[in-house]
RNA sequence: GACCCUGUAGCUCAACGGAUAGAGCGCCUGCCUUCUAAGCAGGAUGUUGGGGGUUCAAGUCCCCCCAGGGUCGCCA
């Protein structure tokens, strides 16, 4: 609600500006101080001052005299040397925001309408399918699986794609572990993937192999042979890798399903080499003219991609890549066509295509300017019914959806590939889908590592330099990491310890149940409560916390406000929920128990509760899923304290019990809302 | 060497260029016959790495240093 108040007097200020013939001055709001000084302010007056050549505070008058009335502000003030604050019709903010939360779907379109919206494809989690997933791949799907929900609730229409690396040097490595250390055949190894835990033997598995390579370096010729076998497609060890990755995939998904994260479609490596898309993209490439084939140099005989020393385009690169403006206006044009050496080799001179390249492949078909497509057959299907397909080459299952053509695409993708993002976003460019190319967002976050004293906890031994590092860098090849599903099993079994001494009466079933959404919550919470640029130094005894700053301080603010309405249906008090939720005939006396002064503490409560909107729509814009962390924490608690301040049932005056009542079903709707945004469910009872 | 990120309380982190820089953890002290204490209240710690500049206003923008991390491969 907060957000359409502050539309409508950005809009007012706006109009104020147009009288005035400013085009060029921004409108800026801010929230002031102290609700006592309103809930919206403008410092634009200081911003006019040199302009209109007046003081500040003269400014400001006429602003405030000049707005016509807004709805939903009831008076405007002035403040300080120039403020002019907005104060809210607090009665009509509440009652407007309590019957909004009342309708969640409101803000979702009918499904004919989405159908019509522009598409926006996240890619998410791309955990390489031989081992087991860990914390870092956690951060991953948490960041993306949350910034789709943000996508949805802003009634974007989202397709969630999970690229699998099913034919890379990761899946190889594991395959010669299978056939020259554990001496496995295809009918062995696919007993061996059917057993639970398949990943996590995985695991140890390519730790050893990379031993087993340090030995010798001459036994690296087996990954290279692998690796060819395996992209050809045919054969004993491109069967073997087969069987791997889908298997490892289906614990990569359980593994993420635990966590609430579900997928549309796994588009497949193998597909695409089999597929040719490169093909069809090397061709594109060539003609335009994107790519050449080196003469001289270190990359004789590649064809690479030279990258723009500043995007042609005006400036819209920068919307992805801020701050990036290195150069000053009037620098040189690259000195060009002399050396290709700092060129980005695509297809390598012995006719091989790089990561990139397929890459830029992949993100052509994305949009749909490829010109090709995958057949798809069905991967797994969720208990809720929602169906994941995968690619397939031969011809595929009926009834898959239009996958692919995005108009939006996110790539939620680690920062130490941010170049190789460049490149394939220049890619894009290069070919001339100018429009496609600022479309591509690098959906950039640091990665997880370990504190020092997590690593050795776990057995590992550091070396001194490494034990004064902040953190350690997780580790796959080395088995360096806390595995994904071994993290879950702890937290789950600490919240169930705790749940077993709160409600040791309730079956089995409901406390797993509790145990488990307390588990996520603390899990899901801890990965989203950093901002994207933030380093996470794992360490057990902050994860794994259920107090302070984590999900489940918020969800026991629910679980809080819950018992409140569950206690009242108990006493049979005169109402019901339901009427509890039809407020329109009380309005009157709201503004009684939200007036200045004394009804303070009640209306910051009521403004935050209605502020969900707008975090939202600034989480979306700063594409930054911690914002939404942040507010649930704080309207939590937010909530507590006045909890502590009020004792509800027991109000005497009935009114103004009902008032309360109406305040803890606003904030309860808004607080859940804004957990399911986090992917995180409230228990009944914790 | 070039480019990117980071530097804020003892620790981990917040803070659209705006009014008095905030949380959590940890530490100390209180509060459970109550709508369950996974909670609440109180206690104090800041030269926002350093130095210049722009601005009515800088933790935030620009420049120069310092420190840490990352990237720049015919790996993915």
């Known amino acids: 609600m907060y957000r359409i108040v502050e539309a409508r007097i950005r809009a007012a200020l706006r109009e104020f500006l147009n009288r005035r013939g400013i085009q060029d001055i921004p409108v800026v709001t801010q929230r002031p101080p102290s609700v006592a000084m309103g809930e919206v302010a403008t410092p634009m007056a200081f911003e006019l001052a ?9 400014i400001a008058q006429e602003i405030a005299t000049e707005l016509a009335a807004i709805p939903g502000v009831a008076r405007v003030e002035l403040a300080g040397a120039g403020y002019v604050n907005f104060l809210f019709d607090r009665a009509a903010f509440f009652a407007a925001a309590f019957s909004e939360a009342a309708n969640p779907g409101g803000t979702l379109r009918a499904d004919r309408a989405l159908a019509r ?127 791997i990755s889908v298997a490892i995939v289906r614990c990569h998904l359980r593994t993420m399903e635990r966590l609430g994260v579900q997928y549309d479609v796994l588009p497949r490596e193998s597909e695409i080499l089999h597929l040719k898309f490169w093909d069809a993209a090397f061709q ?53 066509g002399d050396s290709d050496d700092d060129a980005k080799v695509i297809v390598r001179s012995n006719g091989t295509v790089t990561y990139v390249g397929k890459d830029i492949a992949y993100q052509l078909w994305k949009f749909g300017l490829l010109g090709r497509d995958f057949a798809y057959r069905r991967f797994y299907t969720y208990p809720n019914g929602h169906t994941v397909w995968t690619t397939t080459t031969d011809g595929g299952e009926s009834g898959a959806p239009e996958f692919g053509h995005a108009a939006d695409v ?31 967002v690098h959906f950039s976050y640091d990665v997880v590592a370990l504190s020092p004293r997590c690593a050795a906890e776990m057995g590992y031994t550091l070396a001194e330099e490494e034990m ?5 860098e997780v ?53 989203l409560k950093y901002t994207r640029t933030a380093i996470i130094a794992f360490d057990f005894r902050d994860a794994l916390s259920f107090e ?59 403004l935050r509760a209605g502020s969900l909107d707008a975090q939202v729509a600034t989480a979306l814009s700063a594409q930054e899923p911690a914002f939404v962390a942040k507010y649930a924490f704080e309207l939590a608690q937010a909530f507590n304290l006045f909890y502590h301040h009020h004792h509800i049932l027991s109000e005497a005056h009935a009114a103004k019990r009902d008032f309360l009542l109406r305040l803890s079903r606003l904030v309860e709707r808004q607080l859940v809302t804004a957990l399911d945004l986090l992917g995180i469910e409230a228990p009944e009872k914790m």
């Open 50 to 58: 040199p302009r209109l050549r007046r003081a500040p505070r003269q």
């Open 117 to 243: 919206e522009p598409k926006c494809v996240v890619e998410h989690t791309n955990i390489n399918p031989n081992k087991a997933a860990h914390i870092g791949h956690l951060r991953n799907a948490a960041l993306g699986d949350t910034f789709v929900r943000l996508l949805r609730r802003a009634g974007r229409r989202v397709e969630v794609q999970n690229y699998i690396d099913n034919t890379g040097v990761q899946v190889a490595d594991v395959v010669v572990g299978f056939t020259h250390l554990e001496n496995k055949s295809a009918a062995e190894l696919r007993s061996l993937a059917a057993a639970p835990r398949f990943d996590f033997f995985c695991w140890d598995l390519y730790a050893r192999v990379t031993q087993f390579f340090e030995e010798d370096q001459t036994r690296l010729a087996l990954r290279g042979q692998t690796l060819a076998a395996i992209e050809e497609g045919h054969g004993a060890e491109a069967e073997l890798a087969e069987i």
């Open 284 to 336: 594109q490439l060539r003609e335009r003219g994107a790519i050449h084939l080196a003469s001289a140099g270190k990359n004789v005989g590649c064809w690479v991609m030279k990258l723009p020393e500043r995007p042609p385009g005006p400036g819209q690169e920068t919307q992805q890549f801020p701050k990036l403006q290195s150069n000053p206006p009037g620098a040189e044009p690259q000195e060009t």
């Open 410 to 440: 996110y790539n939620v993708i680690d920062t130490r590939q941010a170049y190789l993002q460049k490149v394939v976003v220049a890619g894009l460019r290069a070919l001339g889908f100018e429009q496609e190319a600022a479309r591509s």
């Open 468 to 472: 004064r590092k902040p953190y350690v």
């Open 475 to 527: 580790s796959g090849r080395k088995g360096l990491g806390v595995k994904a599903d071994d993290l879950l099993d702890e937290l789950e079994s600490a919240a169930r310890a705790e749940v077993d001494a709160r409600h040791a009466g309730a079956p089995e079933a409901e406390r797993a149940r509790i145990a488990h959404a307390i588990a996520i919550g603390a899990l899901r919470y801890f990965l």
């Open 548 to 606: 302070g700053e984590t999900g489940p301080y918020c969800q026991y603010a629910v679980v809080r406000a819950r018992n409140i309405f569950r206690k009242m249906a108990e006493q049979r008090l005169h109402f019901s929920l339901e009427q509890l939720d039809d407020a329109a005939e009380d309005q009157a006396s709201f503004k009684d128990f939200l007036k200045s002064g004394e009804g303070d503490d009640l209306w910051e409560l009521a």
